[in-house]
């Protein structure tokens, strides 16, 4: 079950404005462990509405023995720090007469996104020359799309393509000309668009969403048993089934039912049953030759609705908002060189890590071991057999990583992102974490930790004209 706090930072805006003090803050953090329910949904409420002047008597919390107070106020942080998360980082775009590829890459580095262009049977599409002009800020899925009906390009929607490919560098996907990078999986790619129509797409700030199918089935049975008319009607299932796809830095969670709902056919007819059904469909990690494999960032939600006895043309109309929460990183890291300052802890944020060295095994050059420590307040003194106590993000997001450990080169690009534990790998115990140095990419010189936080967003959705099966 979706934790309350979680719906609580979707709805609530800006903070008021009304002066807080410290005594009152300090109150409202008493009571979010307060008998009754109510007042501590009340207090939450507030602490939320007040914003970053309760962060710092929040995070003092975090570090109380009382279990209770320590998870209470760890969510209500999370959801004030989780706010951001849906607001899209706006650029410009200022390319005249530009390759593809330097288009890409820049497109990727000033969005802070994984953007990868692999042109396949086209090894030259790279060095197309576009001219991709925008007036004011752009989101990453509108440059994206900009850029892909520009140089005829559109999304592998692939799940695994990313994965499988880790580590490919220039050369066999990517045109010559391209800087090298690794494909860590976290990546959009963009190929060529040859054959290829689009699905009707919307987007909603950081999210996309795309119809996947339109599905109508109706079952009957020739034969019937028990006095029953011999023509009857088993199964009549209609429903649009809907990909929701957040930017790459976030991870999808739970995917809530459709409010609001409109659906509406060419002939004026409502669409909608009596009792809409939103049915979001599994988006579980699975296995692959023996490793665990990225999640598909593309989870489906299928919408029910009612087939007319006379169909007309099209579904004129399909709008409503669903509810989804999703997990990103706080925006300040914390960074820890690889190469020097070893055995000196780092301190940010109320999270400490330490390097203690770099190792490469013998028979496997490419292979980086790193021995660190790491300790975070809300899990010291946490072990694995503990974690039903005090597991906040595992209750929110089942497949979601508990934070990420990113080495980067000298000029702060990614070069490896491993999933982590904090409650395995943060509790000050040394740890030794691998991560793959290809040949080819630029050294790893530092680790970051980037810290997980979440939160539930309303994302709308509004589609017109769509076929009727």
């Given at each position: 079950m979706t934790a309350w706090w979680l719906i609580v930072a979707g709805l609530v805006g800006t903070p008021d404005p009304d002066p807080r003090t410290d005594a009152k803050v300090s109150a409202l953090v008493e009571r979010l462990t307060a008998p009754r329910r109510a007042d501590r949904e009340r207090a939450a409420k507030d602490l939320i509405a007040i914003g970053d002047a309760a962060r710092a008597a929040l995070r003092n919390a975090v570090g109380s023995r009382d279990l209770e107070r320590k998870a209470q106020a760890a969510g209500v942080l999370d959801a004030i720090e989780g706010r951001h998360l849906g607001?899209?980082?706006?650029?410009?775009?200022?390319?005249?007469?530009?390759p593809v590829s330097e288009v890409v890459d820049a497109i990727a580095d000033r969005s802070g996104e994984g953007l990868v262009l692999q042109p396949g049977a086209d090894p030259k599409r790279g060095d197309l020359k576009i001219t991709l002009v925008a007036e004011g800020g752009v989101s990453f899925w509108d440059a994206v799309d900009r850029l892909a009906k520009e140089a005829k390009l559109v999304r592998d929607t692939n799940p695994n393509f990313g994965w499988n490919n880790r580590g490919m560098m220039g050369g066999g996907f990517n045109p010559a000309p391209r800087p090298r990078r690794p494909v860590t999986g976290q990546?959009?790619?963009?190929?060529?668009?040859?054959?290829v129509t689009p699905a009707p797409t919307v987007r909603s700030g950081r999210f996309e969403i795309s119809v996947m199918n339109i599905h109508h089935q109706r079952d009957m049975n020739l034969g019937a048993a028990g006095g029953r008319r011999p023509f009857e009607t088993l199964t009549d299932r209609f429903e649009v089934r809907l990909r929701v796809t957040p930017e790459p830095s976030l991870t999808l969670g739970k995917v809530g039912d459709v409010q609001g709902l409109e659906a509406v056919d060419d002939l004026g007819r409502s669409l909608v049953p009596e009792?809409?059904?939103?049915?979001?469909e599994s988006n579980q990690v699975g296995m692959m030759n023996g490793f665990r494999a990225y999640p598909d960032q593309n989870t489906a939600l299928s919408i029910r609705l009612r087939y007319p006895d006379k169909p007309g043309s099209t579904i004129r109309r399909l709008k409503g908002t669903f509810a989804v929460t999703v997990v990103g990183t706080k925006s300040d890291a914390v960074s820890a060189s690889l190469v020097s300052a070893l055995n000196v802890p780092v301190h940010?944020?109320?999270v400490t890590l330490t390097i203690h060295g770099v190792t490469t095994p013998p028979a496997m050059p490419a292979v980086r071991l790193v021995e660190l420590s790491m300790i975070r307040p809300e899990t010291a003194g946490q072990s694995q057999n503990g974690?039903?106590?005090?597991?906040?993000?595992?209750?929110?997001?089942?497949?979601?990583a508990q934070g990420w450990l990113q080495f980067v080169d000298a000029e702060g690009r990614q070069i490896e992102r491993v999933a982590v534990t904090p409650f395995n790998i943060a509790d000050g115990n040394h740890r030794s974490v691998q991560f793959n140095q290809l040949?080819?990419?630029?050294?790893?010189?530092?680790?970051?930790?980037?810290?997980?936080?979440?939160a539930t967003l309303d994302v709308p959705f509004d589609f017109h004209d769509l076929p009727m099966p």
């Open positions: 607001n899209p980082k706006l650029f410009t775009l200022d390319f005249r007469d530009r990546e959009v790619m963009l190929v060529p668009a040859a054959g009792s809409p059904v939103a049915e979001p940010k944020e109320g974690m039903a106590s005090f597991n906040r993000t595992v209750n929110v997001v089942p497949n979601s040949p080819g990419v630029g050294m790893a010189v530092a680790v970051r930790y980037l810290t997980p936080i979440w």
